[in-house]
């Protein structure tokens, strides 16, 4: 059950957990995973890495429409 945490804490999902069966009675903090589980790893950090990025976009444009509009919160054309 901590590995599964531990997988889970690092960011994976449950469906990449289920690939390191192999080692889950093991501590997965100390040993060195297999190649093909390194690779699970690296498809979930590319997918967590596409989210922060869409995500970071629409602040960034959130904001400029925000300071558009000025600090008052009232859009300016609307005066």
């Known amino acids: ?3 599964i ?6 960011g ?6 289920a690939h390191f069966r192999c080692c889950l009675d093991g501590d997965l903090t ?8 390194v690779a699970v790893a ?3 950090l590319a997918v967590l890495e ?7 976009q629409v602040r960034d444009r959130l904001a400029t ?8 919160g009232q859009d300016h054309a609307a005066r």
């Open 1 to 3: 059950m901590r590995s």
């Open 5 to 10: 945490r531990y997988l889970l804490a690092a």
């Open 12 to 17: 994976l999902t449950l469906e990449d957990a």
């Open 30 to 37: 100390t040993t060195t995973p297999a190649p093909a589980l």
């Open 42 to 44: 690296k498809r979930r």
């Open 50 to 56: 596409d989210r922060v990025r869409a995500i970071t």
């Open 65 to 72: 429409e925000l300071q558009k509009v000025g600090n008052d």
